[in-house]
């Protein structure tokens, strides 16, 4: 029976990774094309960050999956929830990186325009990322607690909403540090302890 778990973990998290493995991917074949054309590009230090904090946290996900290797029943709504969480992870980075820029694209410009768009997918993210770690209390599977976790999630939310409406450069430059930083720490926090 076990041997049977496995099986059907594999199975349904190979569509999970493909999905995860477009967000690597395109994190990774346009930091290269901007460090290509850095002459030719007007560079986004936010967006920047914000893909680093997309890619950690996409990195995140891939890592705790592997918990749901023990999943005793899987479940239609349980994998489509998987999928949603990487697709909008994917989604996240998509909106970071559009295809077919021009070489002299300017990334800033580029981003101060999708603003809307990247923190309202972002929301929406958060908020699957707050149902997913009332499930998982519920399956006694979170590793984190009540606080940290509120203290994580809150201020992402809040600063989110705001970013949506504010064009400040000064204010996206802070929120992007910060969040590169707090997914950093989350990660550092949650994801040790599975490595034991």
């Not at 778990?5 to 990774?28: D, Q």
């Amino acid at each position: 029976m076990a041997h049977n778990k496995r099986m059907v973990f594999e199975y349904l998290t190979v569509l999970i990774s493909v999905v995860i493995g477009l967000s690597v991917t395109s994190f990774l074949t346009n930091v290269v094309r901007i460090i290509h054309l850095r002459g030719d590009v007007t560079i986004s230090w936010v967006q920047l960050l914000w893909s680093a904090t997309i890619l950690i946290w996409t990195i995140a996900f891939w890592w705790f999956t592997f918990v749901l290797a023990d999943q005793q029943q899987w479940t239609y709504p349980l994998f489509i929830f998987l999928l949603a969480y990487s697709t909008l992870l994917f989604f996240l980075m998509a909106i970071l990186f559009p295809e077919g820029v021009p070489a002299d694209h300017n990334y800033r410009t580029q981003f101060m325009r999708n603003r809307v768009w990247f923190f309202g997918a972002l929301l929406l993210f958060l908020c699957v990322d707050v149902i997913d770690y009332l499930v998982k209390l519920d399956k006694d599977v979170s590793i984190v607690g009540h606080l940290p976790y509120a203290a994580f999630i809150g201020p992402l939310i809040v600063l989110s909403l705001f970013a949506m409406r504010t064009d400040n450069l000064v204010f996206h430059r802070v929120f992007a540090v910060y969040s590169v930083l707090a997914v950093l720490v989350m990660s550092v926090i949650t994801l040790v302890p599975l490595a034991n």
